[in-house]
Nanobody
Framework: QVQLVQSGGGSVPPGGSLRLSCLAP???????KGWFRQAPGKDREFVAG????????YYADSVKGRFFVSRDTTNGTDYLQMSNLQPEDTAIYYC???????????????????WGPGTQVTVSS
C-alpha cells in the first residue's frame, strides 16, 4: 500500500485557476499518478495524467487546453494545473497510482492501486 498525499484545491469563480499536487512520500522513483474527479451523483472519471516517465500526457476531452499535468521527478510530486475553471469542473479531485493508459482509457488498477484522500474543487460565482 502506497500513501498518496494531496494538497491544493479550494473555491474559485468561473475563469479562475487552481493547482493540485500529489506526493507519494518516500517514493521519489517513478510512481505514475493520474488525476480523477467525482462530481455529486456521478461516477469517478479520468481527468489527466502521465502514465510513466517519458510517455506523453493524457487528458480528458473536457479539460484539454485548460488543464496541464507535470511531474517533478526529483521528489516524485505530480501536479495538476487547472485554468479557466468552469462550474462543471466542480468535483472532488483524487490522485491515483499507478496510472495505466490504453488506447481507450486511463485507469488505476483495482484492487492493487492506491488513492489519495481527495480534495474539493468548487467553481462558483
Amino acid at each position: 500500500q502506497v500513501q498518496l498525499v494531496q494538497s491544493g484545491g479550494g473555491s474559485v469563480p468561473p475563469g479562475g485557476s487552481l493547482r493540485l499536487s500529489c506526493l507519494a512520500p518516500g517514493r521519489t522513483s517513478d510512481h505514475p499518478k493520474g488525476w480523477f474527479r467525482q462530481a455529486p451523483g456521478k461516477d469517478r472519471e479520468f481527468v489527466a495524467g502521465i502514465p510513466s516517465s517519458g510517455t506523453r500526457e493524457y487528458y480528458a476531452d473536457s479539460v484539454k487546453g485548460r488543464f496541464f499535468v507535470s511531474r517533478d521527478t526529483t521528489n516524485g510530486t505530480d501536479y495538476l494545473q487547472m485554468s479557466n475553471l468552469q462550474p462543471e469542473d466542480t468535483a472532488i479531485y483524487y490522485c491515483g497510482a499507478p496510472l495505466k493508459c490504453s488506447v481507450r482509457d486511463c485507469y488505476v488498477p483495482f484492487p492493487s492501486g492506491n488513492w489519495g484522500p481527495g480534495t474539493q474543487v468548487t467553481v462558483s460565482s
